[in-house]
């Protein structure tokens, strides 16, 4: 098969309006081209994900595979936001089904209806939960990293590992200014993420118990920063519902602000441990998409 052939939709997922999201590849065919096809393909794109989709044997849904322009990944929230716009814009509205490598998800794409080119509403359930207190050592070469100290850090959120499809270290930061000085080497970040087997790292402000500000380094996947990322977001969600945080059901972030992209994320937190995070936005198509 000459996957060449089916265009690679570029959608902005967890867009604030007509602007902003963080941009993603949707490839969908009817058979999922060979890893290194589906590599180069991502790695032209050049976005942080592009996922790959095609309908199951028996018609129930879709298999979804993630690849950055350096490695596959086994889940991608923005990508997956970008998929049920695309799910809905091709066979329409609708909850579905999804696949992945380590774990079966749905995503749901809904039109809004003021225009037919506005943003589509889409919201993802995330594989489950879980979430530790972060090793000490690895807290210490994260702060070196970034150039931060302990007195930087939020008391009120200790250090974590957070796990929602991808394993992500979470540090809440004392300010929002510290948020905005974020700076790190890309290789250096991406040499840490790998040693421990880390997707991103989540640097995270609270504004309130429910509006957090959040800015997430993906070097792992040869990103220097993400502007929205989804399951980042459902990890930070899990986690802060694993500390007893006053979430209230739901959470807010926004992300991408420093880099000129603002998103939207929205979390809704349940109470059952481990459980899985309801992570929703909107998506918005990118001109060039043919």
């Known amino acids: ?64 595979r993630y690849f950055s322009p350096e490695a596959e990944v086994p889940f991608c929230g923005h990508a997956t936001i970008a998929l049920g716009a695309a799910l809905a814009h091709t066979f329409g509205d609708g909850v579905y089904a999804l696949a ?11 039109h809004d209806g003021s225009r037919a080119d506005a943003p589509i509403a889409a919201a993802l359930q995330s594989p489950p939960t879980r979430s530790a207190p972060a090793d000490p050592q690895l807290v210490a070469a994260a702060l070196e990293l970034f150039g931060y100290s302990e007195a930087d850090l939020d008391p009120r959120i200790p250090p974590g590992l957070a796990h929602a499809g991808n394993d992500h270290l979470v540090l809440a930061l004392a300010s929002r200014d510290l948020l905005a000085a974020m700076r790190y080497d890309l290789q250096a970040g991406r040499a840490l993420m790998l040693a421990h087997g880390l997707i991103t790292i989540v640097l995270v402000w609270a504004e309130s118990a429910r509006l957090f500000h959040t800015r997430n380094p993906f070097a792992a996947g040869g990103v220097y920063e993400d502007p929205a990322t989804g399951a980042g977001t459902a990890a930070l969600a899990g986690y802060l519902r694993d500390l007893g945080w006053p979430h209230g059901g739901a959470i807010d972030v926004v992300q991408g602000e420093d880099m000129g992209m603002r998103s939207l994320l929205h979390a809704g937190v349940g109470d059952a441990p481990g459980g899985s995070i309801r992570v929703a936005g909107t998506a918005r198509f990118m001109s060039g998409n043919k």
């Open 100 to 110: 992945l490598n380590q774990a079966n998800i749905t995503v749901e794409g809904r």
């Open 1 to 64: 098969m000459n996957s060449s052939i089916t265009p690679v939709l570029r959608i902005a997922a967890f867009s604030d309006g007509d602007q902003g999201g963080n941009p993603a590849g949707v490839w969908i065919g009817p058979a999922l081209p060979p890893d290194a096809e589906m590599q180069r393909l991502a790695y032209e794109v050049g976005f942080s994900e592009t996922a790959f989709a095609v309908k199951q044997p028996d018609g129930e849904g879709f298999r979804v």
